[in-house]
């Protein structure tokens, strides 16, 4: 995290959802970085455009009701205009969304009226240039009501985003037309989190056998879908949109549109080490970056997948 704000954003509210919660104010401030980043585990560079620095950007976590006081600046350094696009928002796209130009800041306010797992990304001219050079991030939403029966409290929580990578000099009207792209991104690098398909992985998610492991996941593509499905196991329940109402049990693969987002639990078997790949199932997403292993053993980090840990980096 950039910020004092967001680290502190980042550690409170994520262990339990009370049953009960009270409305507050949570500031949240973003800088956008245009820099170089590598976008593999081999360290290949790419100059991209950023949210504090990182792909995807600062998780943002609210609860239903919060109002989030947002403030956006655009370092003096940027070259681009920049602006800010929550899906978890219901404003002025003329107004709170509007471009903000090099060495300004832009500030609004919102309530986070809907529960669930949304994207947030740049949404300035060529919009699609934009997020496909890393300019997303999550904000989840948590339900006022807190955990139940039917949105049961997970032992683990990651959060998952699938991005486009397209070859450095594209140019923005070839990446609205899916031209030149080269592969996909998990949080920001190519296989990020497989270390079976890439020698040079050396992350993967953990878990113990037995638990409830969550995951939001967030399409940040900006033309494909994703068939986003568990290999050797089965998603326990599906949340669309992770709105607590739209539940479905036993899913094996979730069709995951652009700019969407889902919440999924899956349970390992409790009797033995085993491992899953979670993967898009459009198979030229898949062999092209898009695979994340999820290792289920006694050993797991018992950090890995909570507090400050559920985007997972280096």
């Known amino acids: 995290m950039k910020t004092k704000t967001l680290a502190l954003l980042l550690a409170g509210g994520v262990f339990a959802l009370p049953l009960t919660t009270v409305a507050k104010t949570v ?18 560079m790419q100059a991209m455009w950023t949210f504090g620095g990182t792909i995807p ?29 929550f899906h978890a928002a219901r404003v002025d796209v003329l ?8 060495g300004q800041s832009k500030d609004f306010q919102f309530r986070a009226d809907y529960p669930g797992v949304f994207i947030y990304h740049c949404g300035a001219e060529a919009m699609s240039e934009h997020i496909a050079r890393g300019m997303y991030g999550v ?31 594209t140019t923005p009207n070839d990446i609205t037309q899916n031209v030149g792209k080269a592969a996909n991104l998990i949080n920001g690098k190519i296989f990020h989190y497989d270390p079976v398909h890439d020698q040079n992985a050396s ?10 492991v969550r995951f939001y996941f967030v399409n940040a593509q900006i033309n494909d879908s994703v068939a986003f ?22 899913m094996q693969t979730y069709d995951v549109a652009p700019a969407h987002a889902v919440t999924l639990d899956l349970i390992s078997p409790a009797d033995r080490p085993t491992n899953n790949a979670l ?27 909570r507090g400050s840990n559920l985007i997972i980096r280096e």
């Open 95 to 102: 107004d709170e969304f509007a471009p903000v130009s090099p």
């Open 203 to 212: 992350l993967a998610l953990e878990s113990k056998p037995g638990e409830r």
């Open 229 to 250: 499905h568990p290999i050797a196991g089965i998603w326990d329940r599906v949340w669309d949109n992770g709105n607590p109402k739209n539940v479905s049990y036993g």
């Open 27 to 44: 500031k949240v401030d973003i800088p956008v970085v245009e820099k170089e980043l590598a976008v593999d585990n081999a360290g290949t």
């Open 279 to 305: 993967v898009d199932h459009q198979m030229k997403n898949a062999l092209t970056g898009a695979i994340t292993v999820l290792m289920n053993h006694s050993e797991a980090d018992p950090e890995s997948g």
């Open 139 to 169: 904000i989840i939403v948590d339900p006022k009501e807190g955990y139940s029966e039917d949105y049961p409290k997970p032992d683990r929580e990651y959060v998952i985003v699938q991005g486009d990578l397209f070859k450095d000099g």
């Open 57 to 85: 950007g600062p998780l943002v976590r609210v609860k239903q009701g919060d109002v989030v006081d947002f403030t956006l600046t655009n370092l003096k350094s940027n070259k681009q205009s920049h602006s800010m696009d």
